[in-house]
Structures are given as structure tokens and as C-alpha cells.
């Protein structure tokens, strides 16, 4: 409801409005494109550019269902836009890693999470991305198989499968790296 209210005082020109939305989705937006693509400036790019054509079409939109999941719709199509981009212009190499750090005080602690962290941000990368968008929207984004499925304009069930094939590479990948 109150995306709903914001939504309204931002087509009647509400800065507030618009810096509410910002505050509320950006964090969620950015680890949603940083999981998609591995790279933190391409990530904040993203962002920006969602929240810009979203200002610019906010005369003509209709929030039908919730502002958090158009989004993160909005935000993967871009993720999925640019690496399109790269992979035509065979520019796909090295994407950057996120450098993920935690609130632990306590510094062995932050390493292993640290360490925890880098290992699942590889065995993302190695999952095919169809699969590792499913596992992140369906994990970060909490968006519903159907979603997905429009999303990536593909039944349900391939959605699904996509989503359960993705997680089970992971643990696969994520069981050799123990076993090491």
C-alpha cells in the first residue's frame, strides 16, 4: 500500500517520493544485478538506469501487483540486456567479483564468511545463466516461478526445473569445494 501512495505522490511530482522508493529498493536492486553479473560498477549502472526510465515513464505507469517486483523485473532484463551486449561484442571476460564483507566483529569469523561467500559467488559464475538467474530471483528477489517464467519467457515448469537444476549444480560445485 504504501508503494501505491508513493507511486501517486511521484506522479504528482514528489521528490521525497521518489528518494522514498530509492532508499527502499536500492539495496535489493544492486544484489539482485551484482549476483546476475559480477560486477559492482555494471550493477550501479543498472541500477541508475532502472530508477531514470522508471522516472520517465511514471506518467504512464500503472502499478498493477508491486513496485518491488517490477523492479527487480526491470533490473534483470537490463543484467540480461547488457550481457547480451557483451557476449555479441566478445568483450565476456573477467567479470569483477563482488567483495562481499559482513557485520562480524569478530575477524576469523568474517573470513570464513568472507571465504564462504567468494566460493558461492564462483559456483554462481559456473552455473549456466538461465539457471543462475532463476536461483537469484527465486532466492533474492523472492519472485514467484510464474514470474520467472514471463520473465524468462518460458513455461512454469522450465522455470522451475531451471531453478532446481541451478541448485543442485550449486551444491554440487559447493560439496567439491568442501571435499578439496
Do not use: W
Amino acid at each position: 500500500m504504501e508503494d501505491k501512495l508513493l507511486v501517486y505522490r511521484l506522479k504528482a511530482g514528489s521528490e521525497d517520493a521518489l528518494k522514498r522508493i530509492y532508499e527502499k529498493y536500492e539495496n535489493y536492486l544492486f544484489t539482485i544485478a551484482v549476483n546476475l553479473l559480477h560486477d559492482n560498477a555494471a550493477a550501479e549502472d543498472i541500477i541508475q538506469d532502472v530508477f531514470m526510465k522508471f522516472l520517465k515513464a511514471i506518467d504512464n505507469f500503472k502499478l498493477r501487483k508491486n513496485l518491488k517486483s517490477y523492479l527487480a523485473t526491470c533490473t534483470a532484463n537490463k543484467a540480461r540486456d547488457l550481457l547480451r551486449k557483451q557476449k555479441n561484442q566478445n568483450s565476456n571476460e573477467n567479470l569483477h567479483e563482488k567483495d562481499m564483507a559482513s557485520n562480524s566483529k569478530n575477524p576469523i569469523q568474517l573470513i570464513m564468511q568472507t571465504e564462504m561467500l567468494k566460493k558461492l559467488a564462483h559456483a554462481l559464475r559456473n552455473l549456466p545463466y538461465e539457471q543462475r538467474e532463476a536461483v537469484i530471483l527465486r532466492q533474492q528477489a523472492d519472485m514467484k516461478f510464474k514470474a520467472i517464467a514471463v520473465l524468462q519467457n518460458v513455461s512454469i515448469k522450465t522455470a522451475q526445473s531451471r531453478y532446481r537444476y541451478g541448485l543442485d549444480k550449486l551444491r554440487s560445485l559447493l560439496n567439491s569445494e568442501v571435499q578439496k
